[in-house]
């Protein structure tokens, strides 16, 4: 079982930032994609932003393009999401997830991963 535990989330003013974590506690997260997505009430899930393994790659939603920059810490078997300039329609739960397909590329449809850690909120307001 490829387990996720998301943490990081809270309470912050419009225009502040969170720093998202996403940690593997027992398999290591190097070689595999790993996404962070968000789910507001009422609304879908949506894809925020991805990472490759190897290359490296990212992709990120247009909502969020020159404010999250999501990164990798293989030595700690983290990844993160740095939130920055959060506005109130940032405000959701949000998961990681992995495909847990060895050395694929990242994509931001939910449908193409497989194992979801537990969601932290994020709640943007004054």
């Known amino acids: 079982q490829m387990q996720l535990v998301a943490s990081g989330g809270g309470l912050v003013q419009p225009g502040g930032s969170l720093r998202l974590s996403c940690v593997a506690p027992?398999?290591?997260?190097?070689?595999?994609?790993v996404g962070w997505f968000r789910q507001a009430p009422g609304k879908e899930r949506e894809g925020v932003s991805c990472v490759s393994p190897i290359d490296g790659d990212t992709h990120y939603a247009e909502s969020v393009k020159g404010r999250f920059t999501i990164s990798r810490d293989n030595a700690k078997n983290t990844v993160y999401l740095q939130m920055n300039s959060l506005k109130p329609e940032d405000t959701a739960v949000y998961y990681c997830a992995t495909d847990g397909l060895y050395g694929s590329s990242c994509g931001l449809g939910a449908y193409e991963y497989n194992y979801w850690g537990q969601g932290t909120q994020v709640t943007v307001s004054s």
């Open positions: 027992r398999w290591t997260l190097d070689r595999y994609s």
